[in-house]
């Protein structure tokens, strides 16, 4: 029995459509306030783009549906996690919407839940106890930011397990039907991540930081790299990094990890964040931007190595750091060798020879 199957009863319930992409990610759908519903499909293509503007209003149409292969089905959520779920949002009129997750060994299902127009909050499930691990870090995180002010971060409502072994994690949202993505860097986004700078930012020696246990944990697993990035390329940029910043005070603040246009929304000029499930508290401060960045050129410009490294070279480009980029790849690096648990292949290796490739480019020309 899937997660899926144990959080959906599909012996009844409403009407739902479920449909994919070609990454393989899929979603469901309800036939019920399918536009509110829609808020949590985020496409960046435009195929994506007219598929959320044109189902709710053409669902009912079969040619529509064949041409984006939605698969029909009724469904409702299994008892104990709709008590649960109403029992947190107040209110038994509960609607939702699922994202069945990205393909990896990260894989998890959130859910939108909603009443009518309003989005009351957001849900995560799995049953893998890594994700579980990530879920307990995400709630104590997201409380100590609460306790430095920091705002327009979602509030952890519920972070537990139910009696089937699926985890939760269940968090508020500040989004409605309004709210807007921004896939093009701006001021929303220089004011959030300086507020966050400015109320997490704490001086330590840079031995103590989260950061340098990250650079460890990848030294200490070298051997897991995959054969299309040269472990020497990353034990001589450790070694470096070591060289500047060991038995040195720095100043270190909060690091969101996965700073991109999908985990954000703007709101009447305000920017909100979410998903802190990569985040840590003690990191060099402008490494998001460098995700922001990377992220959107690999997955919406289509850029490859050469593009990202003539980027950085170009006059475009002065406002990056090279020095804090390669350790903004290092923390890339480490995270997703450590995440594949020493088993690096397929999908999964792929970013690996994108990012030594501008590795090598960056200690080659600085």
Known sequence: MTTLDKILDFTGGEKFYRFGNSDGKYWIMPARSMRTAMNLYQPSGSKGKLVKSLLPCLHFLAPVRKVIHAEKLHCRLNG?????????????????????????????????????????????????????????????????????????????????TLGNGVHLFVQSTAKTTSSTIIHKWDSLHEEFLAQLHDRTKQKMLFEESDY????????????????????????????????????????????HGDFTPWNMFANKKRLFVFDFEYAAKSYPPGLDRYHFFTQTAIFE?????????????????????????????????????????GKVSGKAAAPFALWGKILESLMVNN
């Open 212 to 255: 340098y246990n990250t650079l460890l944990a990848l030294e200490e697993h070298i051997e897991w790299l995959p054969d299309n990035i040269e472990a020497k390329i990353i034990s001589t940029t450790i070694g470096k990094i070591r060289d500047c910043f060991c038995g040195k005070e720095v100043e270190l603040s909060a690091y």
């Open 80 to 160: 104990d996690l709709r008590e649960l779920l109403c029992k947190v949002f107040g209110t038994r009129d509960i609607e939702f919407s699922i994202f069945e997750g990205t393909p990896c060994i990260h894989q998890k299902i959130t859910i939108q839940l909603s009443t009518g127009k309003h989005i009351l909050g957001y849900c995560k499930a799995s049953e893998s106890n890594d994700i579980k691990e990530l879920f307990d870090k995400e709630h104590e995180i997201l409380a100590w930011m609460k306790e430095r002010g920091v705002t327009d971060i979602p509030q952890a409502l519920y972070c537990g």
């Open 301 to 341: 410009r289509h850029w490859n190595a050469n593009d990202i490294t003539a980027f950085i070279e170009s006059d475009n480009g002065k406002w990056i750091d090279k020095k804090l980029y390669k350790i903004y790849l290092l923390d890339m690096i480490s995270r997703f060798t450590l995440r594949e648990n």
